[in-house]
C-alpha cells in the first residue's frame, strides 16, 4: 500500500440528478417526480465484480485452453514430425527420425551400443515403449496409451520413463519391469524347439513361479494349483517343509485342502445309500467304451478294530453289525484294455459270510452295470469263503470258472483265483514238505502222450546250489538268497521272494554242468514248470514279450498260440498228477484245485474276450490281485508304514489316492544327464587289474557267468563310445582259445 488515491473516469458520462429543471408548472411528470437511484451494497458489488472477473478468466482459459489443444494436436504422421523437430531432448534420449517411425532411444553406458529403453510412435501414431526386448503395458500403476493425438502425451511418456529408469526410489517399478523382461525370455524360450519335454515343463514350472511373484495378490494357474494339490496329497508334511523353505511360492495348506474338499473324493460318504458308487458314476462318465470292460477284483485287509472320532464323525462300526470293523472289503475295478484300475466300494464288517458276501457282490455287480460298466470276471485270492461267495452264483451252489451274469443272463461272469497267490501257494506248499529233502513228486510234464515218469523237485537242492556258492563275486544263481529259501511267515506274503526261487538264472545253474546235486534234473524241471506258466499269466503290457524277446510272455492274439497250448497242458497235466493219487510230496488239495481251475478259466476268458468281445489280444496280467494288493501297501505306507490300520485312516489315504486319479498331470520323462566317456586309457588304467593263468584256473566253474558279465559289459562300453574311437580301442583277437571253459 503506497496511499497514493487513483481516480478514474467513468466511461459513460451521466447527468447528475439536480442538473434537471423540475421546479417549473406544467412540466411533464417524468420530469416533476423525484426519482432515488438505488445503490448496490458493498457485498452485492463485490460479488457481482467477482462473478464478471471469473466469466472473464474463464473464457480466457477456454480461449488459451483451445490454442494450446490446437497448437499441440497431431492428427497425421506429418504434424507428429513437425511437432518433434522443436522438441528439446535430454542427454538420456537420442532421437531416431525414419519415413515409418519416429524412435526415441536409450543406450546404455557401455562400449558396444545397446539399446535400454525406446519409445516409438509408428506412422498410424500407435506408442509402444520397449525395455530391452519387452513391450511395457503400465508403469507402476498409470497404463500407457496406445496412440498418441496429443504431442504433450509424448512429452509425459518421455519423462515418465526417463524417471524411472533414473530415479534409485523406483527400484520396485525397474524390480517389475526386470522380472517381466524375464518372463517374456521364458516364454520365448519354451516355445523353441527344446529337444526333450521335460526341459520345456521346467521352463514352464520357472515362469509360472516368476509370474506369481508379479502378481500382488497370490493368483496361481490352474495347472500349478493341480500340482500343488497332488504333492500336498502325497505327503502333507514334504508340502509344508518345501513350503517353510521359501524356495518356491506354493498355496497355503488350506487353500489346497479347501480344493480337495470340494471333489467329495472320501469313500466313507459312499457307505450311505443314496451315495453309493458316486465315485464309481464320476469315473464311468470319463471312460472311454474300450475301458469300460473290467475286472472285479476283491480282497480283504485287516483292521485296527476301534472306534475314532475325528471332525464330528465317528468312523469305525462294521455295515453288518454294531460292533467295530476287523476287517475290510475292498473292491477295486481293473480295465483290460487300458491302464486304469480304482477302487468302487470299501465294505467294513465284523463278520461276514459267505451268503452275505455274495449279495453284497450280486448288488454291486448290478450297480456296475447299471451306469455303464461291464464286469467281465471276478477276481479273488484261493479264500474259502470268496470261492462260496462266487458259487451261489450257480443253481444249486458249485464251484465253476464261469456263471450266468447277474444283470444279462445270456453272458458269462468268469471267476479267477489270483495268480500271484497261487504262485506264493506252490513255494509255500514245496517248502513246507515234511519229507526228505522237501521233496515234491511230480509227473514228466514233457512225456504226458505216453505214460510219464516220475520226477522229483527237492527245495534242499537249492538250499546246497546256494550255500555253494553264497560267498563268490559272481554266482549262478543270483536271486537265490538266505531269505528267499528261508522266509518268515510275514516274508511268504512277498511274492518277490518266491520269484527269487522261480528264476530262470536258478534254471540255468541247475542245467549248468558245472552243477552236481541231487534231483537237480527234476528241480530244473519243475521250476521251469512253473516259471513258463508265470511268464504266461503274468504279461501286462503288450509289448512285454518283444522287448524281452521270449514269445511266451506276448498276449494271447489268437485261441491256437502257443500260450494257450501250454495252459491246455497243464490242466491235463494236472489231471494226470491228481490221478497219481500220491499221499505226501504233493500240492495241497486247495493249491492243485486253484492251479487247475485258473488255467482253465484263462483259457476259456481268453476265448471269450477274443471271440465275443472282439479284442485283438488279452492280457492274463490283468487278471490277477496285484493292483489291490498294491493298494493295501500304499494304505499302509501312507498310514505311517504300519500294518494294522484303521477304517478311518484307510478312508483318508482312498480319498488322497482318489484325488490323485482326479486331479492327473501329464507323465514326464525324468532322464538323469550322463555325460560320456571318451578317453579309454584313463579308464582302464584306473580299473587295470592283472589276471593270471592260475586266477582262472581256480574261477573254472564260474567261467560262464563271468564271461557272461565281462561281455555284456563290454557291450554297453562299446555302445556308449564314439564309432571311429570304439574301433581303435575294443579289438577281439581269435586264436587258440579254450571255449569249453566258458560252454
Same mark, same amino acid.
Given at each position: 500500500m503506497t496511499g497514493k488515491v487513483i481516480e478514474v473516469p467513468l466511461k459513460l458520462r451521466r447527468l447528475k440528478p439536480s442538473a434537471i429543471p423540475s421546479v417549473f408548472p406544467n412540466c411533464p411528470a417524468y420530469l416533476s417526480r423525484q426519482e432515488t437511484s438505488a445503490r448496490e451494497s458493498p457485498e452485492e458489488k463485490r460479488a457481482r465484480l467477482d462473478a464478471e472477473a471469473l466469466?472473464? @478468466?474463464?473464457?480466457?482459459?477456454?480461449?488459451?485452453?483451445? @490454442?494450446?489443444?490446437?497448437?499441440?494436436?497431431?492428427? =497425421? $504422421?506429418?504434424? !507428429?514430425?513437425?511437432?518433434v523437430g522443436g522438441l528439446s531432448l535430454t542427454d538420456f534420449w537420442s532421437m531416431v527420425v525414419t519415413q515409418t517411425r519416429v524412435l526415441f532411444l536409450n543406450f546404455r553406458n557401455q562400449e558396444a551400443p545397446v539399446v535400454h529403453c525406446a519409445v516409438t510412435v509408428s506412422s498410424d501414431l500407435s506408442l509402444a515403449v520397449y525395455v530391452g526386448e519387452m513391450r511395457l503395458e503400465s508403469l507402476g500403476s498409470s497404463v500407457l496409451p496406445?496412440?498418441?493425438?496429443?504431442?504433450?502425451? /509424448? #512429452?509425459?511418456?518421455?519423462?515418465?520413463? &526417463?524417471?524411472?529408469?533414473?530415479?534409485?526410489?523406483?527400484? &520396485?517399478?525397474?524390480?517389475?519391469?526386470?522380472?517381466?523382461?524375464?518372463?517374456?525370455?521364458?516364454?520365448?524360450?519354451?516355445?523353441s524347439a527344446l529337444p526333450h519335454e521335460w526341459q520345456v515343463e521346467v521352463v514352464k514350472f520357472v515362469t509360472q513361479q516368476l509370474q506369481v511373484l508379479l502378481n500382488k495378490a497370490s493368483i496361481y494357474p490352474a495347472d500349478f494349483m493341480v500340482f500343488c494339490s497332488l504333492v500336498y496329497t502325497i505327503s502333507p508334511h514334504a508340502y509344508r517343509f518345501i513350503r517353510s523353505t521359501a524356495k518356491l511360492k506354493l498355496p497355503h495348506p488350506q487353500t489346497i485342502r479347501r480344493i480337495c474338499a470340494s471333489y467329495n473324493a472320501s469313500p466313507s460318504r459312499e457307505q450311505e445309500?443314496?451315495?453309493?458308487?458316486?465315485?464309481?458314476?464320476?469315473?464311468?462318465?470319463?471312460?472311454?467304451?474300450?475301458?469300460? $470292460?473290467?475286472?472285479?477284483?476283491?480282497?480283504?485287509?485287516?483292521?485296527?478294530?476301534?472306534?475314532?472320532?475325528?471332525?464330528?464323525?465317528?468312523?469305525?462300526?462294521?455295515?453288518?453289525? &454294531?460292533?467295530?470293523?476287523? =476287517?475290510?472289503?475292498? $473292491?477295486?475295478?481293473?480295465?483290460?484294455?487300458?491302464?486304469?484300475?480304482?477302487?468302487?466300494?470299501?465294505? +467294513?464288517?465284523a463278520q461276514i459270510g459267505a451268503k452275505q458276501l455274495h449279495d453284497f457282490l450280486d448288488l454291486l455287480i448290478r450297480k456296475l452295470e447299471d451306469i455303464g460298466i461291464r464286469v467281465v470276471a471276478v477276481v479273488s485270492d484261493n479264500n474259502s469263503i470268496n470261492r462260496k461267495a462266487m458259487s451261489f452264483f450257480a443253481d444249486p451252489p458249485k464251484l465253476s470258472i464261469v456263471y450266468r451274469h447277474p444283470s444279462d443272463s445270456s453272458r458269462p461272469l468268469f471267476f479267477i483265483l489270483d495268480t500271484v497267490?497261487?504262485?506264493?501257494?506252490?513255494?509255500?506248499?514245496?517248502?513246507? #514238505?515234511?519229507?526228505?529233502?522237501?521233496?515234491?513228486? $511230480?509227473?514228466?510234464?514233457?512225456?504226458?502222450?505216453?505214460? +510219464?515218469?516220475?520226477?522229483?523237485? %527237492?527245495?534242499? =537242492? /537249492?538250499?546246497?546250489?546256494?550255500?555253494?556258492?553264497?560267498?563268490?563275486? /559272481?554266482?549262478?544263481?543270483?536271486?537265490?538268497?538266505f531269505k528267499a529259501?528261508? +522266509?518268515?511267515?510275514?516274508?511268504? #506274503?512277498?511274492?518277490? /521272494?518266491?520269484?527269487?526261487?522261480?528264476?530262470?538264472? =536258478?534254471? @540255468?545253474?541247475?542245467?549248468?554242468?558245472?552243477?552236481? !546235486?541231487?534231483? @537237480?534234473?527234476?528241480?530244473?524241471?519243475?521250476?521251469?514248470?512253473?516259471?513258463?506258466?508265470w511268464d504266461i499269466v503274468n504279461v501286462k503290457t503288450p509289448l512285454k514279450g518283444q522287448r524281452l524277446r521270449d514269445p511266451f510272455q506276448e498276449p494271447i492274439s489268437a485261441l491256437n498260440c502257443h500260450q494257450i497250448d501250454y495252459l491246455n497242458k497243464i490242466v491235463d497235466w494236472l489231471d494226470y498228477w491228481q490221478s497219481l493219487k500220491h499221499d505226501a510230496g504233493q500240492l495241497t488239495r486247495e493249491t492243485?484245485?486253484?492251479?487247475?481251475?485258473?488255467?482253465?478259466?484263462?483259457?476259456?476268458? %481268453?476265448?471269450?474276450?477274443?471271440?465275443?468281445?472282439?479284442f485283438k489280444y488279452v492280457l492274463l496280467g490283468k487278471f490277477q490281485t496285484d493292483s489291490l494288493e498294491d493298494r493295501f501297501g500304499r494304505y499302509r505306507q501312507l498310514c505311517g508304514s504300519q500294518y494294522h490300520v484303521s477304517i478311518r485312516q484307510i478312508y483318508e489315504c482312498e480319498q488322497k489316492l482318489r484325488l490323485q486319479k482326479l486331479l492327473d498331470l501329464p507323465n514326464l520323462d525324468a532322464t538323469a544327464p550322463c555325460l560320456p566317456t571318451t578317453d579309454v586309457q584313463v579308464v582302464v588304467k584306473q580299473f587295470d587289474v592283472a589276471v593270471t593263468d592260475d586266477d582262472v584256473k581256480q574261477k573254472e566253474a564260474m567261467l560262464p557267468a563271468i564271461t557272461y558279465v565281462a561281455g555284456y559289459c563290454a557291450h554297453?562300453?562299446?555302445?556308449?563310445? +564314439?564309432?571311429?574311437?570304439?574301433?581303435?580301442?575294443?579289438?577281439?583277437?581269435?586264436?587258440?582259445?579254450?571255449?569249453?571253459?566258458i560252454c
Open positions: 466469466q472473464e @478468466a474463464i473464457q480466457l482459459s477456454a480461449q488459451s485452453h483451445e @490454442a494450446e489443444e490446437k497448437k499441440n494436436a497431431i492428427a =497425421t $504422421f506429418e504434424d !507428429l514430425l513437425k511437432s496406445l496412440t498418441i493425438s496429443d504431442f504433450r502425451v /509424448l #512429452q509425459k511418456v518421455l519423462c515418465d520413463v &526417463e524417471e524411472v529408469t533414473k530415479d534409485s526410489a523406483k527400484n &520396485e517399478l525397474q524390480l517389475e519391469i526386470l522380472l517381466k523382461r524375464v518372463v517374456a525370455l521364458l516364454e520365448e524360450l519354451s516355445s445309500e443314496d451315495a453309493f458308487l458316486f465315485y464309481a458314476r464320476r469315473l464311468a462318465s470319463t471312460l472311454k467304451d474300450h475301458e469300460r $470292460f473290467v475286472t472285479l477284483m476283491m480282497d480283504e485287509i485287516h483292521l485296527q478294530a476301534s472306534f475314532q472320532y475325528k471332525g464330528g464323525c465317528v468312523t469305525g462300526a462294521a455295515t453288518n453289525s &454294531e460292533n467295530a470293523a476287523k =476287517t475290510a472289503y475292498v $473292491f477295486m475295478l481293473q480295465s483290460l484294455l487300458s491302464s486304469n484300475k480304482d477302487v468302487v466300494h470299501i465294505l +467294513p464288517v497267490h497261487i504262485l506264493k501257494c506252490i513255494r509255500n506248499n514245496w517248502l513246507n #514238505q515234511r519229507n526228505c529233502g522237501r521233496c515234491i513228486f $511230480f509227473p514228466d510234464f514233457s512225456s504226458l502222450t505216453e505214460t +510219464p515218469s516220475v520226477l522229483t523237485a %527237492s527245495f534242499n =537242492t /537249492l538250499c546246497k546250489l546256494h550255500e555253494g556258492e553264497k560267498d563268490e563275486l /559272481l554266482r549262478l544263481a543270483p536271486t537265490l538268497s529259501l528261508n +522266509p518268515s511267515n510275514l516274508e511268504r #506274503q512277498n511274492v518277490k /521272494l518266491a520269484l527269487r526261487i522261480f528264476h530262470s538264472s =536258478t534254471v @540255468a545253474a541247475l542245467r549248468s554242468t558245472k552243477v552236481t !546235486l541231487d534231483h @537237480a534234473n527234476g528241480t530244473l524241471e519243475f521250476i521251469s514248470i512253473v516259471l513258463k506258466w492243485h484245485t486253484a492251479l487247475h481251475h485258473t488255467s482253465h478259466a484263462l483259457v476259456e476268458v %481268453s476265448a471269450y474276450c477274443i471271440e465275443e468281445l472282439g554297453a562300453a562299446v555302445k556308449n563310445l +564314439p564309432v571311429l574311437h570304439a574301433e581303435k580301442t575294443w579289438l577281439l583277437r581269435i586264436g587258440a582259445l579254450n571255449w569249453k571253459m
